[in-house]
């Protein structure tokens, strides 16, 4: 008896020289520039893996606030410009992952996140973390559906 099985295994290629990529490198000025050897985003296929955002005001290139709600709310305004960016929205979002200084500060930065999702909601992880880049106190990452 033969079973029905499919088997999806993770595949990374590298590219030789002169060959043209899969992955498309994704900016705007409308969310702050990577902190380090990463892009904002990038789209291979019908989906957007966005960088995890720091709570950067894109005008100012720092914080808006050392609150973290106020942080909270700034990341997901980051990740609503890449995603306009790549010509999508944070409706169609598959899933984030929140990373917190303080797991304590969950159940008010979860009523900001819920203002930017609708119903169905994204997948999401959230774990408590020492610390983050430059000393924020939130940090969200996404992965986006495109159209």
């Known amino acids: 008896m033969f079973l029905n099985l499919r088997i999806s ?37 019908n989906l957007l893996y966005v960088s ?7 005008a100012t ?10 942080q909270a709310d700034q990341c997901l305004k ?17 899933k984030t ?11 008010e930065i979860n009523k900001v996140y819920a203002g ?3 119903k169905p909601y994204p997948a999401r992880a959230c774990y408590e973390v020492k610390a983050l880049p430059k000393g924020a106190k939130v940090e969200i990452e996404a992965v986006i559906a495109l159209g």
């Not at 030789?16 to 899969?22: E, N, Y």
């Open 9 to 45: 295994i993770p595949l990374v290629l590298t590219l030789q020289k002169g060959r043209k990529s899969v992955l498309e490198e994704i900016n705007t000025t409308n969310a702050p520039g990577a902190v380090g050897p990463l892009s904002q985003a990038i789209k291979v296929g």
């Open 52 to 58: 995890g955002q720091l709570p950067i005001d894109p």
């Open 61 to 70: 290139g720092e914080f808006n606030s050392e609150d973290a709600i106020a």
């Open 78 to 94: 980051n990740l609503v410009a890449i995603a306009a960016a790549a010509g999508t929205t944070l409706a169609n979002t598959v």
């Open 97 to 107: 992952t929140v990373l917190l200084t303080d797991l304590g500060q969950f159940a």
């Open 116 to 118: 930017f999702f609708a």
